[in-house]
């Protein structure tokens, strides 16, 4: 138990680092103004055009750090900052949207497999821990408690499943982002450097929050499976 804290504390901290370390590099690097000019919402344009996508609208949302692609709309959503600015950090979070954007269209795999997960995941969220205090509350009294605790377990397993699977399509996403800004010239190499540190701190906050799940459901697990042992 005292493991399974600590462990925990040391998730926590090392969110908290990750998060406002990529806040600092993003402050830093959207002070860099491109060299081409180009805004956020221009580079997104670009990089969709390059890869022959006509079908998806690049749009702005209120926001900090609330880009993200929405493949049923087929929408690359930016942050006013990020839609607006013509700097380094502006055109990193840009093209890793419109990474996205293509992975869709090229049908690439692991996005394929986090998309059908999606509805599962909604439900899973929102009953996982209700069934998991429910079932460890009533194995104390009925046979069946540990069945509810069980579903519990599982329902918060999928969320679990889910997170590890972002990480190969943020990742993947954040390549083809730099390749294709690198390939087109679209920014330079201090630029591309500034590109690539942004996007690494932010693909740094996708692994942190997959290990806390997974030392989450660890701990859940221990408490439903180990205490029928008991």
């Known amino acids: 138990m005292g493991s399974y804290y600590l462990i925990i504390i040391l998730i926590s901290l090392a969110s908290m680092w990750v998060s406002s370390t990529l806040k600092r590099k993003f402050k830093t690097y959207s002070q860099k103004q491109l060299r081409n000019g180009m805004s956020g919402k221009e580079i997104a344009e670009q990089m969709l055009s390059d890869h022959g996508i006509r079908d998806v609208k690049v749009i702005s949302v209120r926001g900090s750090l609330t880009d993200h692609y929405n493949p049923q709309k087929k929408t690359v959503n930016l942050s006013e900052s990020v839609y607006n600015e013509r700097n380094a950090a502006a055109a990193a979070v840009a093209a890793h949207e419109c990474g996205h954007a293509v992975q869709h269209a090229q049908g690439y795999k692991w996005l394929q497999i986090r998309s059908t997960l999606v509805p599962m995941v909604s439900v899973a969220s929102n009953m996982s821990m209700l069934v998991i205090i429910a079932g460890l509350v009533l194995m104390q009294i009925v046979p069946y408690g540990f069945t509810i605790a069980a579903i ?28 294709w800004l690198q390939r087109k010239n679209m920014v330079s190499r201090e630029e591309l450097a500034g590109a690539q540190d942004s996007l690494k701190w932010a693909a740094r906050t996708y692994v942190v929050a997959a290990l806390g799940s997974l030392a989450t459901l660890a701990y859940f697990a221990f408490q439903v499976f180990g205490g029928r042992r008991n």
């Open 152 to 179: 519990g377990v599982g329902l918060f397993g999928v969320g679990t499943l889910f997170s590890f699977i972002t990480l190969p399509v943020e990742y993947d996403a954040s390549n083809r982002a730099l390749a």
